[in-house]
């Protein structure tokens, strides 16, 4: 088994930033094929990008989330649709690890290549408890990056053979079940505004039999195997903290572009050069400053969250400040995106432009559950210590 990671001689951060010209020279051919080109995904291979979060104990990297928040950021930059991928699969697969049997997870998670995805939970599915193991049937969305992995997941409560809740820890059980894609009917349903590059089927089980092994309880602490701090936190703000970074690294493009086109540009629209126009100057810098703000809150909270996940002190306090981070870093950074595709005028629909592709990637990206404001009504609750119920933290 392949379960050792070469010595790393750069962080993670600095290996996306090595990947960012090939990325973004296949942004357009990704965007048109619904689907992360050969080229690309062998290069993210190479450099070791599926394994970021795994456990160290099963031949991951297992880096600090800062670390993962800058990686994510910069692959964001050259192309979200990649960023979102490589954030959706390191995180499944890692947190799924986390809680397996070791030598199901040695096996299942072996090599550089190893991804893993899957679609969102719902409450229409059927995991049927039975010896050694679950009968599994369903139909699932959104399994970003699942056209790269051979691995796919879905979640589900489970039920007694006589459709009663399975409980167990006093609860109903609710597991996540990795099985192989060639096990699943792909629905080829990824006809989207933006992030197309994910392609983000659906997909369908129907009485597929899991093993206990391969039935993890992600984020159950019962169940949690592994110590490290990444998997105290839990896949939701890991999931936040990866996909926060993805539209900042996108906007961050979007305002360099911008910035560039300002230099050499005059609107009609204006009598002054794009440069020597106040207006666009002054909006510039503020698109800067709410960039970085938006940046800074969100590693300052990173890493207040990983600091207490390692030495034992991580609180509600702190998880919902890095839930605030993250719900307004994505909704800053798809602010800034959109006011750069609008200051840069008729040039921002040319195709040939990278505003049009990186903008629909920008407003699906705001879509998402963990932009939603009401994340953030939630955190406003517990600020005033109103009545609360605290959730994907």
């Not at 928040?69 to 964001?76: P, T």
């Not at 079940?177 to 369908?204: C, H, M, P």
């Not at 590693?299 to 702190?318: F, I, N, P």
Request: some cysteine; proline content about 4%; aromatic content about 6%.
């Amino acid at each position: 088994m392949d379960t050792q990671v070469q010595p790393a001689l750069a962080s993670a951060a600095e290996r996306a930033r090595r990947l960012r010209a090939l990325i973004d020279s296949h942004g357009a051919e990704i965007d048109r094929r619904h689907e992360v080109t050969p080229e690309v995904v062998e290069a993210l291979v190479a450099e070791d990008m599926l394994r970021l979060l795994l456990p160290r104990s099963l031949g991951g990297q297992e880096i600090h989330l800062l670390d993962y928040c800058k990686a994510n950021e910069a692959l964001g930059w050259a192309d979200a649709s990649v960023a979102w991928f490589i954030n959706q699969s390191n995180v499944s697969s890692a947190t799924s690890a986390a809680s397996m049997p070791r030598e199901a997870a040695l096996a299942m998670f072996d090599g550089p290549r190893e991804g893993l995805a899957w679609g969102a939970r719902h409450n229409n599915s059927q995991a049927i408890r039975v010896e050694g193991g679950y009968r599994l049937t369903g139909t699932w969305s959104f399994a970003s990056g699942g056209r790269h992995t051979r691995l796919l997941g879905a979640h589900s409560a489970v039920q007694n053979p006589d459709g009663t809740p399975h409980m167990r820890y006093g609860r109903q059980d609710d597991r996540s079940f990795v099985f192989l894609r060639a096990e699943a009917k792909i629905i080829d349903n990824w006809q989207v505004l933006g992030l197309r590059g994910t392609g983000s089927d659906s997909y369908t089980v129907t009485d597929l039999f899991i093993p206990d092994a391969h039935a993890p309880a992600r984020d159950v602490i019962e169940e949690r195997r592994e110590p490290g701090p990444l998997y105290v936190i839990g896949s939701t703000l890991l999931y936040a903290c990866g996909f926060c970074s993805v539209t900042l690294g996108l906007a961050r493009h979007m305002l360099e572009t911008y910035i560039d086109l300002a230099y050499g540009r005059h609107s009609r629209a204006s009598v002054n050069p794009m440069a020597k126009n106040n207006a666009v100057q002054r909006e510039i810098a503020i698109l800067e400053a709410r960039l970085s703000a938006a940046r800074a809150f969100l590693h300052e909270a990173a890493v207040a969250v990983y600091d207490g996940a390692a030495d034992g002190s991580l609180d509600v306090d702190r998880r919902l400040r890095l839930r605030l981070a993250t719900t307004f870093g994505m909704n800053e950074a798809t602010d800034v995106s959109t006011a750069c595709y609008r200051g840069a005028g008729t040039a921002a629909i040319m195709e040939a432009q990278p505003f049009e592709r990186r903008l629909r990637d920008a407003l699906s990206a705001s879509q998402h559950l963990q932009a939603m404001w009401p994340m953030a009504e939630m955190v406003g609750r517990h600020l005033i210590g109103t009545e609360n119920t605290v959730q994907f933290v």
